[in-house]
């Protein structure tokens, strides 16, 4: 009988038992738990500029659900930087209106009737709130927006994906290529090249025949 056939019990295998007992496995299920939301940053800085929408209910949130639907969720990858910076500075620049009509000496002027006609009229989406707590929630999405592109930059800048997006690194088509192959990249450069040559050569005979 080899050492290989003799039956190996858990607590001699020192670094398992060791990963496999409560307090590692709990820290590693709640590492593995902050991962899944960081890699779901995209996704809440969306349902944020839905609530966003939903909190305001006006006309500068508009932008929003419009940008949402109309464009980040159809695209095939994910949005570029250049969306995220956008949704930043206006975020911001909403964030700062909101934060200014709030202020004590815009009072007077919120409770004029010229701005409550044309706030009525035009649904512009900005409000008083005397009270802390329904202040906090009306700036809450904005602050939530901000706060998760943010994060979600740290992500794609750890990952090396800020500047760039999977699409430009390697196509659908190229991706199953590389599958096809059992990620053979050589053999897929050949393969692209073998096909490249093809069609220059079809190319070619066309020309001639014309």
């Known amino acids: 009988m080899t050492q290989f056939e003799r039956k190996k019990k858990l607590i001699d295998m020192h670094k398992s038992w060791d990963f496999t007992r409560t307090r590692p496995m709990l820290m590693k299920l709640v590492e593995t738990s902050f991962y899944i939301g ?32 109309g464009y980040a969720m159809l695209e095939e990858t994910r949005p570029r930087k250049e969306f995220w910076n956008f949704v930043r500075v206006y975020t911001t620049f909403v964030l700062f209106f909101k934060f200014i009509m709030n202020l004590s000496i815009m009072e007077e002027y919120m409770n004029g009737e010229a701005f409550i006609y044309w706030t009525a009229l035009l649904k512009i989406g900005i409000y008083e709130y005397p009270k802390l707590i329904d202040l906090t929630l009306y700036m809450a999405p904005e602050i939530l927006i901000i706060s998760f592109i943010m994060l979600n930059e740290i992500k794609l800048k750890l990952l090396g994906l800020f500047h760039e997006i999977e699409k430009d690194i390697e196509t659908v088509t190229q991706g199953i290529e590389r599958t096809i192959e059992k990620g053979d990249e050589e053999a897929v450069k050949q393969k692209r090249i073998i096909s490249s040559n093809m069609c220059m050569a079809r190319y070619f005979e066309t020309m001639y025949e014309q």
């Open 38 to 69: 960081i890699s779901q940053t995209q996704n809440f800085i969306y349902a944020s500029m839905i609530f966003s929408m939903y909190q305001n209910a006006g006309i500068i949130s508009l932008i929003y659900p419009i940008s949402v639907f």
